[in-house]
């Protein structure tokens, strides 16, 4: 099932029973950045305040290195990799922070499942909630390069049967907007990360 067809059949969520996501803490305002910021958009902010939702933020990184800490990419894979030990999480020092990250991916998967969670929205290219795009290998290299992939914590979710799309997939994000509220208009314009110029270009779609 693709995520706009998981989307289309998502129930039609209540005040009593608000639909359950979770989210990366740094795209709702949590100064939880590997720098200390945080990198809040108008459409996780817009659905924090909607009755009808109930978002649960949850920044992995923070969780096992704290804020803030170095920057950390993914070297010899994605996210399932990792999972599956043939990959590790490296930070611009050289730090081994591949236990650390599956350690977090494992919390994320644990409080996914408490909350029986119906969706997850999180913060692409990172080495923890990246969905659709990664680094691969040090993104401060001289030219970086980029991958089609998960991270560790988003791999894991997945994995375990749980839909993540990122904060880019804006016709996603339309189609779930049009589930909270039957007064949203879709605008048809929009493209999930996939259909953006620069993917296409990168990566010789």
């Not at 998981?6 to 039609?12: E, K, P, S, V």
């Not at 795209?27 to 659905?47: A, D, F, P, R």
């Not at 001289?142 to 991958?147: D, F, G, L, M, T």
Request: aromatic residues 8%; contains cysteine.
């Amino acid at each position: 099932m693709t995520d706009k067809d998981y989307l289309n059949n998502l129930r039609t969520p209540t005040e009593e029973n608000p639909l359950r996501i979770l989210t990366s803490a740094c795209l709702t305002g949590t100064m939880c950045g590997w720098e200390g910021g945080h990198y809040s958009t108008k459409i996780l902010l817009n659905l924090s305040k909607q009755k009808n939702v109930r978002l649960i933020p949850f920044c992995p990184e923070d969780y096992s290195y704290g804020t803030p800490r170095e920057i950390s990419d993914i070297h010899g894979g994605d996210g399932f990799d990792v999972l599956n030990g043939n990959a590790k999480v490296i930070t611009e020092s050289a730090k081994d922070w591949t236990d650390g990250m599956i350690n977090a991916s494992l919390k994320m998967l644990d409080i996914a499942k408490k909350e029986k969670v119906e969706l997850a929205i999180l913060m692409d290219i990172s080495a923890a909630c990246g969905s659709q795009v990664i680094y691969d290998g040090n993104r401060k290299a001289e030219k970086p390069i980029y991958q089609i992939g998960m991270g560790v914590c988003a791999a894991q979710l997945h994995k375990n049967s749980f839909k993540v799309i990122s904060q880019r997939d804006f016709e996603s994000l339309e189609i779930l907007s049009s589930k909270i509220s039957d007064k949203h208009t879709i605008d048809k314009s929009k493209k999930d990360h996939d259909k953006h110029e620069w993917y296409i270009r990168y990566f010789k779609q």
